[in-house]
Nanobody, 125 residues
């Protein structure tokens, strides 16, 4: 079983950039597709991006493509989410999630079996 922990969140100004980290332990991330989701106050959790096991293929939510970029380093058991030009509406708890169907790239929340506790990102204008 893989254990996931997110880090890298914080309080930033609009226009700043952040790189969020999803670190895995217990199993190698080579065995998993990994996604990022986020949940803003009062809203449902939404899909951000997903990457397959070897990083060859990735998908990003249409509304976020261009500012958000998912990538991974399996040697370090890490998946990152780079967020550029942050906006106040990006304020949310960001979660990483994994599924052992490692070539799948699903945007569905219920597809993922393993979740981290989340990291808070707060963007002020």
């Amino acid at each position: 079983q893989v254990h996931l922990v997110e880090s890298g969140g914080g309080s930033v100004q609009a226009g700043d950039s952040l790189r969020l980290t999803c670190a895995a332990s217990g199993r190698t991330l080579w065995d998993y597709a990994v996604a990022w989701f986020r949940q803003s106050p009062g809203k449902a959790r939404e899909f951000v991006a997903v990457i397959d096991f070897d990083g060859e293929k990735a998908e990003h939510a249409d509304s976020l493509r261009g500012r958000f970029h998912i990538y991974r380093n399996n040697a370090e058991n890490i998946v990152w989410l780079q967020i550029d030009t942050l906006r106040p509406e990006d304020t949310a708890i960001y979660y990483c999630a994994a599924n052992s169907d490692r070539t799948a790239r699903s945007p569905r929340e219920d597809f993922y079996d393993y979740w981290g506790p989340g990291t808070q990102v707060t963007v002020s204008s």
